[in-house]
Structures are given as C-alpha cells and as structure tokens.
C-alpha cells in the first residue's frame, strides 16, 4: 500500500482539526492529532503543523492551550484558567479568591460550548468525579453563580476547613450533602452556613 506523502498527512490533519472543532467546540492537542491521524509522535505532528503554520493555513499562539486556530474557524473567545480544584479531598487553599488571580493559562473555545456566557476554567485534581466523566487533570469551565439547584455540580468553599472541592451539591434539611461521583469515595456532610459556592460547572474539557 502506496503511503501517504507529506501533503496528504497535512491535509488530512486540516481535515481532522476542522472536524474535531465541529465536534467538541474547541481544538485538539498535539496528542489529539497524533492519535486521529495515525502519525508516529509528537514531533512528527509538530513537524507538519510548523510547516501548515508557515504556509497561514493554521494560526497558533504558544500562550494558549489548544490554540490550534483555522481562517474558518475564528469565532472563538478566550476563557482563563484561574486554578486548580480538588475532585477527591477538598484541597486548602489560602482564601476562597485565591484562583481569581492572575490566569495560570487560557483556553480558545467556540463560542457555543461558552453558551456566550462568562465563564472561567479550572483544572482538576483528583478523582472523585471520575463516574461523571471527570478525571484527575481534566478542565472544567465553571459559571460565577451563588444559588444552585439540587444535583448540580460546583465548586464549593468550605469556610471552616478554608478548603475547596468538586462535588455535586445536595441541600438535605439542615445539612448540605457535597456528593463525589466515585463509589469509593464518601459524601461531606456539612451545615448549609459552611458552604460557598464559587460556580457551577457548565462543561467539561477532557485532557486525555
């Protein structure tokens, strides 16, 4: 069987960028490409995105994660990664407004899986979502909210503890139940004044 030259392996990565941003609303990773495209590594992918980059058929900006960007598929916006929250045992932080600091990365995302809505990222450390799909290093793109419903997902505050976590959040008469989505992991049982929310997880972006 006749190989694939260089300008076929780029058309077809083209193709597999412009398909897997209409799939998940935001561009894959170097990981990505080379998995989708049957290339060898990293460097190989790397090689032929240099090469497309100097040619103005992909923009990329070192700054931004998945930055992949093609001319047809600018209407993106930027949201800032501000931190890390805990998916397993609530991780202390120093205050509740410690990951609004200055942004440790951003992402390029299609505007429809924002929802146009104000949004920041954060990544994920633990496994206690791992039954919703969530995995230790994954990012969530959280919305600013103080009232939410039974079930949601958020980040909660716990005042007391001064630590955060990533839990589905249960209101159970005067307690709050903080719901990990691992079977082998116990809910936190807390009272209602205990708890911050800090947002609601609006979408989940998988790193893997």
Same mark, same amino acid.
């Given at each position: 069987m006749r190989k694939a030259g260089p300008s076929e392996k780029r058309e077809k990565i083209i193709e597999f960028i412009r398909n897997f941003f209409d799939e998940h609303g935001y561009t894959p990773t170097v990981r990505d490409i080379q998995k989708g495209c049957g290339l060898s590594s990293t460097a190989v992918v790397q090689y032929h995105l240099k090469f497309l980059e100097s040619e103005h058929q992909i923009e990329r900006d070192s700054h931004v994660f998945r930055s992949i960007q093609l001319p047809d598929r600018r209407s993106t916006v930027r949201v800032p990664v501000l931190g890390v929250i805990a998916a397993g045992t609530p991780l202390p &932080?120093?205050?509740?407004?410690?990951? *609004?600091?200055? %942004?440790?990365?951003? +992402? $390029?995302?299609?505007?429809? #899986?924002? *929802? =146009?809505?104000?949004?920041? %990222?954060? *990544?994920?450390?633990?496994?206690?979502? #791992?039954?919703? +799909? #969530?995995?230790?290093? =994954? #990012?969530? +793109?959280?919305?600013? &909210?103080?009232? &939410?419903?039974?079930?949601?997902?958020? %980040? %909660?505050? +716990?005042?007391?503890?001064?630590?955060?976590?990533?839990? *589905?959040?249960?209101? $159970?008469?005067?307690?709050?139940?903080?719901?990990?989505?691992?079977?082998?992991?116990?809910?936190?049982?807390?009272?209602?004044?205990?708890?911050d929310i800090q947002g609601r997880v609006v979408a989940v972006i998988r790193t893997i």
């Open positions: &932080v120093m205050s509740a407004d410690t990951w *609004r600091q200055e %942004a440790m990365d951003t +992402l $390029e995302l299609s505007g429809e #899986i924002t *929802r =146009d809505k104000e949004v920041f %990222a954060l *990544r994920v450390k633990g496994t206690s979502m #791992i039954d919703a +799909l #969530i995995d230790d290093g =994954d #990012i969530v +793109l959280m919305e600013p &909210v103080i009232n &939410v419903e039974n079930g949601d997902m958020v %980040a %909660a505050w +716990l005042k007391k503890e001064e630590e955060v976590t990533l839990k *589905r959040y249960y209101r $159970e008469e005067d307690r709050v139940r903080l719901q990990p989505a691992n079977s082998q992991m116990e809910p936190i049982y807390t009272d209602p004044a205990n708890v």
